[in-house]
């Protein structure tokens, strides 16, 4: 039992170490791809009123004068000290301004992802039961369908139905003010009807693949012999199906989760936008419009640890369901 703590802890301490050189290379990257865009910062200033003189001192106190190598070493020197720069315009710290979005946005895909677990794991075992039914067709369809539909236009047809046409739910934001003073109660299911058009989105657009894996893994499943052998021994359909079958077919499907997360932030950043919901996402696109450089790089940085976070998560998930990885045997 020891050796199998140890082994893990190992592990884990390994990946974490593994994490500063990737964020380094992710930093850079990111960092030189985005000077590479015409103009910078102070072409937001572009007005016959404002003195050259002075845009010249914003930029030398802003440090855009000097040579972009320059620019990214005293970044990465003040990012390992824990400071990832100012906001421009708002002028308040990146990590300030960031952990006030945070919140919002792992509100958002905590839900989502909830919701698309709850969703995609039945329909995918049951329609692998019935393979080739009408049950199976019509999951097909729909799978096939939510993957097909760009969550842009989806986001934007689920608003014109459901808040403009039948007003069921907000079209925006996260709250209402005028429910400022209002109990905690009253707060958190105004914060429901909110997210409602949101995470609607997100669960049909992320429903679809998932339940697609979930059926191929089971299909594969229940042709194995230990499945045959449950069957023969009068076990019910319904335990062979959650508590056999779905357990083996889900080591797949961790992997594949974790591998999903990075397609729920940049979901994430299109789907706050259109629905004005004031997390991450929507302050990294409103960063690179403005060509907020400290905080798009805050934004990216914060964003790939998450996804590396989470993707040691499902690594470790895959660890603890199958016994064969944490003992290091093969067969």
Sequence with gaps: MWDIILK???HVFKRLISIVPLLIGISLISFFVMHL??????ALFADPSVDPGELLRIRQNWGLDRPVYIQYFYWVKNALRGDLGTAYIVNRPVLEVIAERIPATLLLMGTSL?????ISIPLGV???YKKGGIFDNLVSVLSFAGMSMPSFWLALM????FSVQLGLFPAGGMSDPLLAHASVFEKSLDTARHMALPVLTMVIIGFAGLTRYVRSGTLEVLCQNYIKAARAKG???HAVLFKHALRNSLLPLITILGMAIPDLFAGAFIIETIFAWPGMGRLGVGAIFSRNYPLIMGVVLISSFLIIIGNLAADLLYSAADPRIRTGRKD
């Design 8 to 10: 893990m802890r190992s």
């Design 37 to 42: 865009a015409p103009g910078d910062p102070t």
């Design 114 to 118: 909830f919701f698309i677990l709850l």
């Design 126 to 128: 049951i329609s692998a």
């Design 158 to 161: 689920l608003m014109l139905v």
């Design 235 to 237: 076990l019910p359909e």
